[in-house]
């Protein structure tokens, strides 16, 4: 049983009440121990049935579903913190930004937690920044592997294998050359295709950013709640995908 949901039902003003009482008369009662087995056992009572309420239930679930998004902004904060100086200058700043208006979204949605579609909001929202969080630390992480790869010095050994080639006659020394031109210009292919990729990845990381913004803008606009929460979810699902792609891709030997 949960621990949070008693110690909320016996604190309710009815129980205090209830449990001052009962130690009142056991103090005039001198300590009367058969008294306090009695009414500790109707204290009890009460807050068993107090936890069956369905009113206290229902603020007790809007409590906790607005301690949760509390305590899981305050684990997105701890995130971006890891994070910000392991990125480069330029997205250190983006990074930045997209903090800046995590907290003003978070600082209007405190303004009116008790909507429950702002909560909605509010929780995914948080839930994309920290999916971005992790998708733009793993994208510099794995620009900066690509970047520090010197394709021209590929290509010139490609080039000076062929023309070798030409001038060998030996077929098993051909057939070797041959096999190290083949593993370069793979390894070329692969290194241009995860280039485009991580443009893909780029484009995407604006767009999250144009997502966040438009969020921000939905809790702010107290007219404007009308955002379906699948749109958010689509987005968070994408950018989850696309961080453990490259995680993935992070974690194997750099080339």
Do not use: W
């Not at 039902?9 to 009440?17: D, E, G, M, T, V």
């Not at 793993?138 to 970047?147: M, P, T």
Request: charged share 25%; net charge positive.
């Amino acid at each position: 049983m949960n621990f949070k949901i008693i110690l909320k039902a016996a604190l309710k003003s009815k129980n205090l009440a209830l449990f001052a009482m009962i130690a009142g008369i056991f103090i005039i009662t001198r300590y009367s121990l058969p008294f306090l087995f009695i009414g500790m056992a109707g204290y009890v009572y009460f807050i068993m049935q107090t936890m069956k309420d369905e009113k206290f239930l229902k603020e007790f679930d809007k409590e906790q579903q607005i301690e949760g998004i509390h305590n899981l902004n305050e684990k997105c904060n701890g995130l971006y913190l890891s994070i910000l100086r392991k990125l480069p200058p330029g997205m250190r700043e983006r990074a930045r930004n997209i903090y800046n208006e995590k907290e003003v979204l978070v600082s209007y949605f405190s303004r009116d937690d008790s909507n429950p579609l702002r909560q909605k909001i509010a929780q995914h929202a948080i839930n994309l920044v920290m999916a971005y969080y992790r998708l733009v630390y793993h994208f510099a992480l794995r620009s900066k592997q690509l970047n520090s790869i010197n394709v021209n010095k590929i290509l010139t050994r490609i080039n000076n294998n062929k023309k070798k080639i030409e001038l060998l006659s030996n077929s098993a020394a051909i057939l070797n050359v041959q096999k190290a031109v083949e593993l370069d210009e793979k390894l070329v292919e692969r290194i241009e295709k995860e280039k485009s990729d991580l443009e893909m990845i780029s484009s995407r990381l604006d767009y999250i950013e144009s997502a966040i913004l438009m969020f921000k803008h939905q809790i702010i606009s107290n007219n404007d709640l009308d955002l379906d929460i699948k749109d958010i979810d689509t987005v968070v699902n994408e950018a989850i995908a696309l961080d453990n792609v490259l995680s993935n891709k992070n974690k194997k030997l750099v080339l």
